[in-house]
T-cell receptor, first 116, second 115 residues
């Protein structure tokens, strides 16, 4: 199936630093979604992107849908301890008809560890 | 965002018994629900896709007779792990999508331990 290459695999940063992670694919994606997963919990949707070039913010989080539709990045500004967790990119590869089609394709996740 | 409730959050069962996990969409109608399995420090692996009122579609390598999926209504899907063995111990997560939506909302996950 489709593969999403997510990097970095893990990040060790100081509190207050900015964070950047990205996902790339060899094929075009219809949507890009960014999720955060805390230990023992299900993923929580952070940002959803639908159009090539779209740039969306959610508080300290900013994500962009690459113009080629094959990549996306997520930035976190001024990290705080509660940002710790695993961040997943996910998307629906083209073609996608919605409701009843394939499940999401996930990246392997970026483990974010923040040192106080 | 929409709310998806998964129950139970943790279950310990004896080898050979069956376990049922429920996934409910609380504030929207989920035309499609997905079941994932996640091993420690790994990404989510799609097990099956279930559409309301029809048979589930299983991913390659997933035994449909072992992981029984029922999606009897637009708000409820169940996953039953039959004759569970220790190797079935894992974190199982469901997600749901509404008609025409491209966002998936996840349940809280179920930690299954088979002893």
């Amino acid at each position: 199936g489709q593969q999403l290459n997510q990097s970095p695999q893990s990040m060790f940063i100081q509190e207050g630093e900015d964070v950047s992670m990205n996902c790339t694919s060899s094929s075009i994606f219809n949507t890009w979604l960014w999720y955060k997963q805390d230990p023992g919990e299900g993923p929580v949707l952070l940002i959803a992107l639908y159009k090539a070039g779209e740039l969306t913010s959610n508080g300290r989080l900013t994500a962009q849908f690459g113009i080629t539709r094959k990549d996306s990045f997520l930035n976190i500004s001024a990290s705080i301890p509660s940002d710790v967790g695993i961040y997943f990119c996910a998307g629906h590869p083209c073609p996608y008809s919605g409701g009843g089609a394939d499940g999401l394709t996930f990246g392997k996740g970026t483990h974010l560890i923040i040192q106080p | 965002g929409a709310v998806v409730s998964q129950h139970p959050s943790r279950v310990i069962c004896k080898s050979g018994t069956s376990v049922k996990i429920e996934c409910r969409s609380l504030d929207f109608q989920a035309t499609t629900m997905f079941w994932y399995r996640q091993f420690p420090k790994q990404s989510l692996m799609l097990m099956a896709t279930s559409n309301e009122g029809s048979k589930a579609t299983y991913e390659q390598g997933v035994e449909k007779d072992k992981f029984l999926i029922n999606h009897a209504s637009l708000t409820l899907s169940t996953l039953t792990v039959t004759s569970a063995h220790p190797e079935d111990s894992s974190f199982y997560i469901c997600s749901a999508e509404g008609q025409g939506n491209t966002e998936a909302f996840f349940g809280q996950g179920t930690r299954l331990t088979v002893v």
